[in-house]
């Protein structure tokens, strides 16, 4: 009995964005009376069960043998776990990974599953969103092993609790073969995550030409922010598909959201609408970003932005 | 090759959305139907890999009977054949729509089945990777290129940080994400043509699905709406509002 909260590793270290389901398991286990568990699985786990025993969790179970992920291998590893530690919930973060990888397992431990959940209210009910985040669900699972993905957005990132938790390490041989993992091209970026980032420049279609992009680029350094994108932009092949914000796309909620050249299709909006202060910059003043914006500016981007970075850029120098 | 595509009758995506005043459902007045977008790219990229490689395309809706007018759009675009379960209307959750898809399937034994990622109404992005572990069969999700060489699939993925190449031997689900293609449009003779292809309804109760939910809708509500802002004339009294509200990182 208890709570599986699985954590993504990158280069051997827990990322970040996966500490919101420690959150969501320190939810859970609040209202429901369980312990929860982590685990983690890949190559070389030594460093990162270290960590992950500091976040008050009762064991950390280590999953070794499986080199780069699919869902059908990393489902038999948390199938393992789950037999050995008898838990009834699995918790993962709703990231690429998590929504490949969560309704896999909750049709092999014949759970109920509710996707992105952004609260719990007990034990078997938790708040979601539909249509585009303009319905709020309150949804009851019935089976009584139940899986859960979080929205990064809604719950915090954990912090270390002190203690130590108990380390397991298991070795598996996946048996799953008719899937082979080819490679990864990874965007290059030396920004910050999009969403882990305090502040976010996106760039809609108004930017025009992918050489524009640029001039957004300038004001996303000045800010230290992650730069983002609406789909048309990403569409169009001017940002990789990684840069998405909205329904289909990354979900982010920063101390500020800078919307720039975009009109605010509920699509997007729904990507980015509990940011904390939101900026619009677009020339046309019906477009419908500006309805959610808290400070708009009705101006031709191609002035205002380079002019905006120049006395940002002025003012932090200043300090 | 013989390719499945599962669509889901949605609201149009530019709809506004809002609950009916009892708060018992959305409200659908006035709300025009189209095929999931994401499904309709599903069957866009069925019909290019049945234009390369030959086979037929069935398109499969679990529904109600105005259901059909989804299937009868994805044979204007080319599909060969439809099937419908009549659902009569009995809520389901997307656990009993992968089991009854994994009975068309016992039935219809596809090489290859394709279908949205997710539905722009619940949001939930699950059919298609139950049904996956339901069969035993190896999953592709969020595909943005889908080649098929002799019995796999090579599907390039989107995911967070960039994009990912598997390849999965046939057969496989693969769910479609958005720029996977551009869906074609329906031509005049396609919707004439699709008038004359077969369309199945098989009732739910005849599949022997244990329908009832793992999981239910207890209540819907709106979002507190986020009020728009103030405007500001030019970029120095834009500063000037940042910081007032202590929304710079420096």
């Known amino acids: 009995m208890g709570i599986l909260t699985f954590l993504e590793l990158k280069d051997g270290q827990i990322k970040k964005g996966s500490l919101s389901a420690i959150t969501c398991a320190r939810n859970l286990a609040e209202k429901t009376g369980l312990k929860y568990d982590i685990v983690i699985i890949g190559d070389n786990l030594e460093k990162a069960a270290e960590e992950a025993c500091e976040f008050g969790a009762k064991t950390v179970f280590a999953v070794k043998g499986i080199q780069g992920y699919t869902a059908e291998s990393y489902k038999e590893a948390i199938e393992k776990v789950i037999n050995e530690s008898g838990a009834k919930y699995f918790i993962a973060v709703g990231t690429s990974v998590g929504k490949d990888l969560a309704p896999r397992v909750a049709a092999r431990i014949g759970a109920g599953m509710a996707s992105e959940i952004i609260e719990v209210l007990d034990g078997e009910t938790f708040k979601r969103l539909m249509y585009a985040g303009n319905i709020i669900a309150t949804v009851k699972i019935k089976t009584e092993n139940k899986v859960l993905t979080v929205r990064g957005t809604a719950f915090d990132k954990a912090e270390k609790s002190g203690g130590k938790s108990d380390v397991k390490f298991i070795e598996i041989q996946p048996s799953f073969n008719k899937k082979r993992f080819i490679k990864v091209e990874e965007t290059k970026s030396t920004r910050p995550e999009l969403t882990e980032a305090q502040v976010v420049v996106s760039v809609g279609r108004g930017i025009k030409d992918p050489e524009n992009i640029k ?16 789909r048309a932009v990403v569409d169009a092949g001017w940002l990789p598909n990684d840069y998405q914000v909205g329904q289909t796309g990354k979900t982010v909620a920063p101390q500020l959201y800078i919307a720039v050249g975009i009109s605010g299709a509920i699509q997007h909006v729904a990507g980015m609408k509990d940011s904390k202060v939101i900026v619009a910059i677009n020339k046309d003043p019906e477009a419908p970003i500006f309805q959610i914006a808290d400070v708009g500016l009705v101006a031709d981007l191609f002035k205002a932005v380079p002019e905006l970075t120049e006395k940002l850029k002025k003012l932090k120098e200043g300090k | 090759m013989k390719i499945l595509v599962p669509v889901k009758r949605t609201h149009d995506p530019y709809s506004k959305i809002k609950l009916k005043s009892d708060g018992s459902g959305v409200d659908m007045t006035n709300i025009k139907f189209v095929i999931n977008p994401f499904d309709e790219i599903a069957v866009e990229e069925a019909l290019r890999k049945k234009e390369k490689h030959g086979g037929e395309v069935v398109v499969l809706s679990i529904g109600t009977p105005e259901w059909v007018d989804q299937i009868r759009v994805a044979l204007a675009m080319g599909a060969d054949r439809g099937i419908l379960v009549d659902t009569g209307g009995k809520y389901l959750d997307q656990d009993a ?144 509002k940042l910081k007032e509200l202590k929304a710079l990182p420096f």
């Open chain 1, 215 to 230: 001039i957004v680029d300038e004001l996303a350094d000045v800010l230290g922010a992650a730069l983002g994108a609406s």
């Open chain 2, 97 to 240: 729509i992968a089991r009854i898809i994994v009975k068309v399937i016992e039935e219809e034994k596809p090489d290859l089945v394709i279908m949205g990622k997710q539905a722009i109404d619940d949001d939930s992005n699950q059919v298609g990777q139950l049904l996956s572990e339901y069969l035993n069969w190896p999953q592709a999700t969020f595909a943005s290129k889908l080649d098929i060489q002799d019995n796999k699939a090579i599907v390039v993925r989107e995911i967070d940080g960039g994009l990912e190449t598997v390849e999965v031997e046939l057969p496989a689900i693969i769910t479609a994400d958005l720029r996977l293609n551009q869906p074609r449009y329906a031509s005049l003779p396609g919707i004439m043509k699709a008038k004359q292809k077969p369309l199945k309804t098989i009732k739910i109760d005849e599949l022997g699905v244990d329908l009832n939910p793992k999981i239910v809708i207890e209540k819907l509500e709106t979002p507190p709406e986020r009020k728009a802002g103030i405007k500001v004339k030019d970029v120095d009294e834009l500063i000037s």
